[in-house]
């Protein structure tokens, strides 16, 4: 397992080299002057160049790639355009808030997902199937920003039970268990756990109904097991392709999050994606793209070896 793992290890360097230079070029292939922001219109030639010099835009693309490849090694993100704070306390912050949402809309979707694939899977043809059907057919239909104004319009401004942006009284520095930040958290992760909780649904679904149907279960049945023996077989055999579409969705939820975190003004990676788009703060654009592409290949990586823990058979592949 460890000979596996590291080979997987070895395979995350050139796609890290990869992500880096996409990150970096798309960056830059966008139009407009990102000293645009900060520069007074009527700033004279020489104050431009200084400033180009000082963020290193002078310099040749190749350049400006190897120092900012480098200089991130080394855990500098360089300096943000717009607020002049260096950009991974800005990413740090962020990311701490992105993490959470994400983990409690993972919990949410994961669970529920879980549930109602393995009940539609054991009772399909059944009522309940068509139910859990529709409901994870609802979760992959409805787009989840809109879903988030739906639910902001009805338990803030009707009902008034949940507060409808923010991330508590005293922002990101409130973070604790308390009901002041909880408070700001439940709408925009029910928002979020909607898409995987319909993915897993109907992932896990058709992994039980296939399972159920081949030979090796209706043989441990027809042998005398218990129809939990029997079901602890299926988790078994379903586990490995169920946590790697559960990586996949949490991957997503870490870097997708940039419409729900905006609509509910969550301070997270997304909302500082959102805010840099519109203020062309490069460095704060390489910078978060590079850090939220890095927890998706890390998460893949962790799943790789789960997956292989659960079942060594992945591990001659």
Same mark, same amino acid.
């Given at each position: 397992m460890l000979l596996y793992a590291f080979k997987r290890l070895l395979h995350v360097i050139p796609v890290t080299i990869g992500v880096s230079i996409v990150c970096f070029m798309l960056i830059h292939i966008a139009p407009g002057d990102p000293l645009a922001a900060i520069l007074p219109s009527d700033a004279s030639a020489e104050m431009q160049a200084q400033m180009r010099t000082f963020y290193g835009l002078d310099q040749p693309l190749p350049v400006q790639y190897v120092l900012w490849a480098w200089h991130a090694l080394h855990g500098d993100l360089g300096t943000s355009i717009a607020t002049g704070r260096p950009v991974l306390?800005?990413?740090?912050?962020? +990311? $701490?808030?992105?993490?959470?949402? #994400?983990?409690?809309? #993972?919990?949410?979707g994961f669970v529920l997902g879980a549930m109602l694939g393995f009940l539609a899977g054991i009772y399909r043809g059944t009522w309940v199937d068509r139910f859990a059907s529709t409901i994870s057919m609802l979760g992959v239909s409805v787009p989840h920003y809109w879903l988030g104004m739906v639910l902001v319009i009805a338990f803030s401004v009707t009902l008034g039970w949940l507060p409808a %942006? &923010?991330?508590?009284?005293?922002? /990101? #520095? @409130?973070?604790?268990? @308390?009901?002041? !930040? %909880?408070?700001?958290?439940i709408l925009p992760a029910v928002t979020m756990s909607v898409i995987p909780m319909g993915i897993i649904a109907r992932t896990? =679904? +058709?992994? $039980?109904?296939?399972?159920?149907?081949?030979?090796?279960?209706?043989?441990?049945?027809?042998?005398?097991? %218990? @129809? =939990?023996?029997?079901? =602890?077989?299926?988790? =078994?055999?379903?586990?490995?392709?169920?946590?790697? $579409? %559960? &990586?996949?969705?949490? &991957? !997503?939820?870490?870097?997708?999050?940039?419409?729900?975190?905006?609509?509910? /003004?969550?301070?997270?990676?997304?909302?500082l994606l959102n805010g840099a788009i519109f203020t062309r703060d490069l460095p704060i654009l390489q910078g978060t793209i590079l850090v939220l592409a890095m927890f998706f290949v890390l998460l893949n990586l962790m799943v790789d070896v789960l997956q292989s823990t659960i079942d060594p058979r992945i591990q001659r592949n």
């Open positions: 306390s800005e990413i740090l912050d962020a +990311s $701490v808030n992105s993490i959470i949402l #994400a983990l409690v809309a #993972a919990l949410i %942006m &923010g991330g508590g009284s005293e922002g /990101s #520095a @409130s973070r604790s268990f @308390s009901w002041d !930040y %909880m408070q700001f958290l896990i =679904r +058709s992994l $039980v109904a296939d399972i159920l149907s081949q030979d090796f279960t209706q043989a441990l049945a027809a042998k005398g097991l %218990m @129809s =939990r023996q029997v079901l =602890r077989h299926v988790v =078994r055999n379903a586990a490995p392709t169920a946590l790697s $579409v %559960m &990586g996949l969705q949490l &991957g !997503y939820l870490l870097g997708g999050s940039i419409l729900i975190e905006t609509v509910f /003004s969550w301070p997270g990676t997304g909302f």
